[in-house]
């Protein structure tokens, strides 16, 4: 895991100019970008980190985030996603405060032969779409086999890696299918969960207010607004479990 952890470092730094420490502990999240998957809660995350740099000084390891992966070409919202995983990885890159702690970088243009430098160097797979909606997951295995341990919620693949590794190899986290199905019957309000996490709504004061995009203070704004009114893939009420887990 070592060497191929040197050897992705190497090659992101040769053809994308990103330096990534080789040392550090890898987390991955590779598929087609979609609001079901939520490459938007993995922001979250990092948007709340970038804002406070001591959460990750008592850490003893250096932490990496890695995404890649294709947008539709009319998914608007996917497409915004992307953008902002750029921008919260400058911003993270340009931060004295973080920047040797933690590194954020979106690989373009994925495809197998990136895969082939991702894969092996992960330590830690994030497959955290929303329970019930993942029909299998294909990347979850190549990262399991390859070496990398899952954090992810009960949904898909992650169920069958849980029953071959065992619970205490899989770092499961979040609502099931069965609960998600149950709080949209109750009726699901995003707002409470955000007005009682100070963390969450750090997140989303930075990402509303141009934090990472000062050229257009709005431009991420209708995403928020649209978590904050139905977060249909209920990110909001699984943000706390999946910061807990990681």
């Known amino acids: 895991k070592d060497a191929n952890k040197a050897e992705f470092a190497e090659w992101l730094r040769a ?10 502990l890898v987390g991955a999240q590779v598929k087609r970008i979609h609001e079901y998957k939520r490459q938007l809660l993995a922001l979250l995350h990092l948007a709340w980190l970038q804002r406070h ?7 003893g390891v250096p932490r990496a985030l890695v995404m890649a992966g294709k947008a539709a070409p009319g998914y608007v919202r996917a497409k915004l996603i992307v953008k902002l995983a750029h921008e919260v990885g400058n911003a993270i890159a340009r931060d004295p405060r973080i920047r040797e702690r933690l590194r954020f970088v979106f690989v373009p243009d994925f495809n197998v032969k990136t895969g082939q430098h991702i894969y092996p160097s992960a330590d830690l797979s994030l497959q955290i779409s929303t329970a019930g909606l ?3 997951g294909t990347g979850n295995m190549k990262f399991a086999l390859s070496g990398a341990l899952t954090i992810g919620t009960l ?8 029953d071959r590794v065992g619970a205490e190899d899989i770092f499961i986290f979040g609502m099931t299918a069965t609960e998600v199905a149950q709080l949209r019957t109750d009726g699901y ?9 100070e963390s969450l709504r750090a997140a ?8 990472f995009s000062p050229d257009e203070p709005r431009r991420h704004a209708p995403v928020v607004e649209a ?20």
Do not use: C
């Open 15 to 24: 053809t994308h100019g990103l330096e990534v420490d080789p040392t550090a």
């Open 53 to 59: 740099p001591e959460v990750l000084e008592s850490s």
């Open 134 to 136: 993942e029909a299998s």
């Open 155 to 162: 949904d898909g693949a992650n169920i069958e890696i849980k």
């Open 189 to 197: 309000r995003p707002t409470d969960f955000r007005d009682r996490d």
């Open 204 to 211: 989303l004061e930075a990402i509303a207010d141009g934090t």
């Open 227 to 246: 978590l904050l009114d139905r977060d249909h893939y209920m990110l909001l009420a699984d943000y706390r479990a999946y910061v807990n887990a990681q």
